[in-house]
């Protein structure tokens, strides 16, 4: 029986051997020679499980006749013989095992053949692959018409296969599961170039007939070398359709990643029938990015993106099989950019169009968008690929260019900054995820003109990012710095530059960030300003039209004015060139400040701005701010806080100069006037001092408000004085003109206080001082030294509460009342001494029309043998004096008490008085000026009383005295004295002068009635020490008495000698030939020693001599 599964022999047919002689070969065998008469290694093994497939139909030709349309029929056991000993003969000693066949005609009659549990091994029995399941379609026509086997479909059911690419990016292909010894069965240049190797499977004259091959369940295990990476694709669908002179290619797969979420990949070939030109897409989604990093050179930089991708490529080969542009849509979903662990940048969303032209190396991104929590932003540009090793590229070098960009990183803005563009060119390194930028440009939000500059380096090492950052920028206005300031860098100082920062413009900005794992972000910035309106302290007016430079460095920021100034609230404008303003570093919300004051501008302005609060310097002292005219230069620091102070949280130092300094209300009624002070204000207080003039008065010192409690309201001037007459003026010491002359110094201190009239007082040694009263005839010398202490309030009128003088030969204590109108009232002295002479209380008072004031003595005492009484002015008006003093001393044993007269000083004492002699009798007088003295005439009632009162007598009665002194030159006087009618009752010198000269009846007649005198007179001249009496004589009806002679008054010695004329009445007759006083005969005498016991002497001969002879016994002057 001939097989029936062989054909008839054909002549055309060769044998096994070649020879014409050989045995035919068998049907089956020739089959599997026309089908693979070229075995190209990339598809031999590939091939041979499509054979499999082939062979089915020889299984359905033998079993045919037992088929039922529409039932599966199993094959029995010698048809499965038949087909593995037909395999082994068509694999060439390899071996096709399966543990079921079976056949199925449905009802488009295409014989279906499936064998179950396949393994195809090769001639040493390496298994090759094995697959669960293989279908096979064969078309009837072949069969019934052409008598051959035509398969237009084959099905692989659960095929597990395995990609391995190397290094150098070949694929080798192999059937089973990964990572074992499988041995490859096709290998490509490319995963591109596997459709190609298909393909040529297909164009053999066996598989003519074969339209589609569908592989289901499809396990794929990818191994990728370069990558150093294995993946495995489950639940593979894979058709190959060869219609339409077209070889196309579907599949999808699902990617076993251990993620959370699925991947599914789809993919598309097609390619003419007979070129190598192809099409190919692929559509991934949710794909983690680093998996699809490692497969292609244009997105190697997903690498270090951590996110499930989505993507569609797109990509097409040219007829020589070259790799054409590459074309992919990508997006990506919620994830990182993450080069390590310690360094993550989140994004919510990222997607990018792009093509990559394998040839230049270089990738277009035609668009590029990311969103995030922290903004978004659009871009375009290119990139290409360098330093490639293993196909895959190290590094990148970019330029992009970016547009709509809003950046609103979390807690940073406010509001979402929006950007116009930016552009940069940089290079990026993948290990290390090294950014660096060559060059960028960024352009400012909101409309500004410029663009920013940058340059710089952005790393990410395993302990973080590493970044250094150049920025520079032509010029952005206020509002264009805050719109880009992040709120959360230094907020406290961004919202103080947002609240006190009106205006301005930065130009040539110059900035750097530094940041590094383990220590804060470091910022530096430089730039010039312009147009600045800025308010330093809150409750300040702006500086406005300020120019200068700016700094912000480790943490600090800094602003120094070359020009600006500020419109102070009186007095008009401050320039503020070299001031600074410096905020360091410190707690957000209030960080430390230091105003640097340099400011020059009117004295008013400058006031008050530092009357503003929280300072309150002059109205704390109820100083109005416009109370000087003049210059202010202002230095020094402030310190304080941004945001909300405690008011000992502000410290401040400030050193003011002012010149050309005028004001008529620092002391009440004054002008003050400087031409330079100098200024202090602490929190302790403020200090202005320096050398002024208070009116025509020269002052060294200083005015002090204190800001303690206790001394709010109070103020203190304090300055040494220069004093002269015209200072003592202006002081309101009004003193006799010539009183004072020179140049004295003197401690002025002026107490002022809120409500109350400036008290003052004034210390000096009157060195330089000449004083003089000229009345008094007293006066000190410059050179000599004193005390003057004077007090009172200065105002309208100034008062002079204390006035007090001491100098050698003067004091005097007491004050002074000024008119309203500020002229002289009265001089109340409650004690005046002048030397030993003058201890009396005295009031001087201006009177209405004249230059002199009158003078009043209110007690006191006045020793006329001292006194040094002088004129006034020659040629002026003498003011009048009333004294009325308790005792007015004459000589050594004689006062008047009560003393009380009337006095004018036009050209010297002048005037009429009375008085009691040592509390005795009243005597009155009269004074007159003689020459530079005073002479005087003093009369007596009762001189005899007088006499007595004086000590003269132990007793006398009766009598009118006459007495007249006349100064004779320096400190003399001469004298004479007239009494008329005395009665001498008790007299003991005289007692004495009548008993030695035996005048028994005068002697009891003194000691009885008394001796009466008719007239007394004498002529007697009074120096400082020594009273001459030059002629005295006395005259009675009884006796006579002539005497000359001088008293020491002091040695208290007296030398008197004279004459006694006894029975003067007859004796008298005589004295025209002698001496008043003295008769014909007379007894001469001599009064020695102290006065209170003098020695007396008498010459009884001398009665013998007549008047004439008795010369010859007197002795000589």
């Keep these: 029986m001939r097989d029936r599964t062989a054909p008839s022999p054909s002549p055309t047919h060769a044998t096994a051997a070649g020879r014409p002689d050989a045995a035919p070969v068998p049907l089956r065998r020739r089959l599997w020679r026309d089908l693979w008469p070229v075995r190209l290694r990339g598809a031999r093994w590939a091939g041979r499980l499509l054979r499999v497939g082939v062979l089915l139909p020889l299984a359905f030709l033998a079993i045919a006749p037992f088929l039922l349309i529409g039932q599966e029929v199993t094959a029995p056991g010698w048809i499965r013989?038949?087909?593995?000993?037909?395999?082994?003969?068509?694999?060439?000693?390899?071996?096709?095992?399966?543990s079921a066949i079976t056949v199925r005609v449905p009802g488009d009659l295409h014989p279906e053949v499936r064998l179950l549990g396949v393994t195809l091994a090769d001639r040493s029995g390496q298994v090759l692959a094995r697959v669960p399941e293989v279908t096979a379609q064969v078309s009837p026509r072949g069969l019934l018409f052409e008598h051959r086997l035509l398969v237009q479909e084959?099905?692989?059911g659960g095929a597990e296969l395995t990609l391995r690419r190397d290094e150098e990016g070949r694929v080798d292909l192999a059937f089973g599961a990964g990572g074992g010894p499988q041995v490859p069965v096709g290998r490509a240049e490319g995963l591109a170039s596997l459709p190609d190797q298909f393909e040529r499977l297909f164009e053999r004259p066996a598989l003519e007939a074969l339209r589609r091959v569908r592989v289901g369940g499809l396990v794929v295990n990818y191994?990728?070398?370069?990558?150093?990476?294995?993946?495995?694709?489950?639940?593979?669908?894979?058709?190959?359709?060869?219609?339409?002179?077209?070889t196309r290619l579907r599949g999808e797969v699902s990617l076993l990643s251990g993620r959370s979420y699925v991947s599914r990949a789809r993919l598309d070939y097609e390619s003419p029938r007979g070129s190598r030109a192809a099409r190919i897409g692929a559509t991934i989604t949710d794909v983690a990015a680093a998996d699809v990093a490692s497969q292609s050179p244009a997105l190697t930089w997903l690498r270090v993106v951590d996110a499930p991708i989505s993507m569609a490529v797109r990509v097409e080969l040219d007829e020589g099989g070259a790799l054409g542009p590459t074309n992919v849509a990508l997006k990506m979903a919620r994830g990182e950019l993450r080069p390590n662990a310690a360094t993550r940048v989140p994004f919510d969303v990222a997607r990018a169009y792009l093509s990559y032209d394998p040839a230049a190396q270089a990738v277009e991104f035609d668009r590029v968008e990311v969103r995030s929590d922290w903004g978004s932003v659009l871009g375009e540009g290119q990139a290409w690929l360098r330093e490639i090793e293993a196909g895959l590229p190290r590094a990148l070098l970019g330029q992009f260019r970016l547009s709509e960009i809003v950046a609103a990183p979390p807690g940073l803005y406010a509001e979402p900054v929006r950007l116009p563009q930016a552009e940069a060119q940089f290079r990026l390194r993948l290990d290390p995820f090294t950014v660096d930028v060559a060059e960028a440009s960024l352009g400012l939000p909101g409309g500004e003109e410029g663009r920013v500059a940058l340059g710089g380096r952005v790393e990410a090492s395993p302990d973080g990012w590493h970044v250094a950052l150049d920025a520079g920028l032509a010029q952005v206005t206020r509002d264009g710095v805050l719109a880009l300031w992040p709120e959360r860098l230094r907020p406290g100082l961004r919202d103080w530059l947002d609240a006190n920062l009106t205006a301005g413009r930065l130009r040539d900005v110059a900035a750097a960030l530094r940041i590094a794992p383990g220590v804060a972000p470091e910022v530096a910035l430089t730039a010039g300003f312009e147009g600045l309106a800025v308010r330093p302290l809150p409750t300040e007016p702006p500086i406005t039209?300020?120019?200068?430079?700016?700094?912000?460095?480790?943490?600090?920021?800094?602003?120094?004015?070359?020009?600006?100034?500020?419109?102070?609230?009186?007095?008009?404008?401050?320039?503020?060139?070299g001031t600074s303003f410096v905020i360091h570093p410190g707690d957000s919300a209030r960080a430390p400040a230091t105003v640097h004051l340099d400011a020059e501008g009117p004295v008013t302005a400058a006031l008050s701005l530092l009357d503003q609060p929280p300072w309150r310097f002059l109205s704390g002292a109820e100083l109005p701010v416009d109370l000087a005219e003049g210059r202010a230069e202002v230095g020094g620091t402030v310190d304080l806080f941004l945001g909300p102070m405690q008011p000992d949280e502000l410290r401040y130092d400030i050193a003011a100069v002012l010149s050309d300094v005028r004001t008529e209300v620092l002391v009440p009624g004054k002008v003050l006037t400087a031409e330079s002070l100098a200024v202090a204000v602490t929190p302790d207080g403020i200090d202005i001092g320096g050398d002024m003039r208070l009116g025509s008065v020269p002052l060294r010192g200083g005015w002090r408000q204190g800001f303690?409690?206790?001394?709010?309201?109070?103020?203190?001037?304090?300055?040494?004085?220069?004093?002269?007459?015209?200072?003592?003026?202006?002081?309101?010491?009004?003193?006799?003109?010539?009183?004072?002359?020179?140049?004295?110094?003197?401690?002025?201190?002026?107490?002022?206080?809120?409500?109350?009239?400036a008290r003052y007082s004034l210390r000096s040694d009157l060195r330089g001082l000449g004083l003089s009263v000229s009345e008094l005839g007293w006066s000190k010398g410059r050179d000599a030294g004193g005390a003057l202490r004077v007090a009172g309030r200065l105002g309208s009128p100034a008062t002079v509460e204390r006035l007090s003088l001491s100098a050698p030969g003067l004091s005097a204590e007491g004050s002074v009342r000024l008119t309203p109108e500020g002229g002289f009232d009265r001089l109340r002295l409650s004690s005046l001494t002048v030397g030993d002479w003058l201890e009396v209380p005295l009031t001087l008072s201006a009177r209405a029309g004249h230059d002199t004031p009158a003078v009043e003595v209110t007690g006191g005492r006045l020793d006329l043998s001292r006194a040094t009484f002088g004129k006034g002015?020659?040629?002026?008006?003498?003011?009048?004096?009333?004294?009325?003093?308790?005792?007015?001393?004459?000589?050594?044993?004689?006062?008047?008490?009560?003393?009380?007269?009337?006095?004018?000083?036009?050209?010297?004492?002048?005037?009429?008085?009375?008085?009691?002699?040592?509390?005795?009798?009243?005597?009155?007088?009269?004074?007159?000026?003689?020459?530079?003295?005073v002479a005087a005439r003093i009369r007596g009632a009762d001189a005899g009383a007088v006499m007595t009162a004086a000590n003269l007598f132990t007793r006398a009665e009766g009598g009118a005295l006459d007495l007249l002194l006349l100064p004779e030159g320096d400190e003399s006087y001469t004298g004479e004295l007239w009494i008329t009618g005395l009665r001498v009752v008790e007299a003991p010198v005289l007692a004495s002068l009548l008993n030695a000269a035996s005048g028994i009846g005068l002697l009891q007649q003194l000691s009885g009635q008394g001796i009466v005198f008719d007239e007394v007179a004498a002529d007697f001249r009074i120096d400082p020490t020594l009273v001459i009496v030059e002629r005295a004589s006395a005259q009675g009806a009884g006796l006579g008495l002539s005497a000359s002679g001088a008293f020491d008054t002091e040695a208290w010695w007296m030398d008197l000698e004279g004459v006694l004329s006894p029975f003067y009445l007859v004796n008298g007759i005589g004295s025209i030939l002698t001496r008043p006083g003295e008769g014909l005969l007379g007894a001469n005498f001599t009064l020695k020693g102290s006065p209170d016991a003098p020695t007396l002497g008498v010459n009884p001969l001398s009665l013998l001599a007549p008047g004439g002879l008795r010369e010859l016994f007197r002795r000589r002057p």
């Design 873 to 933: 002015a020659e040629g002026g008006e003498g003011g009048p004096i009333t004294a009325n003093l308790d005792r007015v001393q004459v000589t050594e044993s004689v006062a008047l008490t009560g003393f009380a007269g009337e006095f004018g000083t036009e050209n010297g004492l002048e005037g009429v008085f009375s008085g009691q002699v040592n509390g005795g009798p009243t005597v009155t007088g009269r004074v007159a000026p003689q020459g530079d003295r």
């Design 708 to 757: 303690s409690p206790e001394e709010q309201g109070r103020s203190r001037v304090t300055a040494q004085v220069g004093i002269t007459p015209k200072a003592l003026e202006e002081l309101g010491v009004l003193l006799p003109s010539g009183s004072v002359a020179g140049e004295g110094t003197g401690e002025l201190v002026v107490d002022l206080a809120r409500g109350e009239a």
């Design 81 to 98: 013989e038949r087909v593995e000993a037909s395999a082994a003969d068509a694999l060439g000693g390899g071996r096709l095992r399966f």
């Design 545 to 577: 039209g300020g120019a200068g430079a700016m700094q912000w460095q480790d943490g600090t920021f800094a602003v120094t004015l070359d020009r600006g100034r500020v419109a102070a609230p009186e007095g008009g404008m401050v320039e503020m060139g």
């Design 154 to 156: 084959v099905a692989l």
């Design 223 to 246: 191994e990728d070398a370069r990558a150093g990476r294995a993946w495995t694709l489950d639940g593979g669908e894979l058709t190959l359709d060869l219609s339409g002179g077209m």
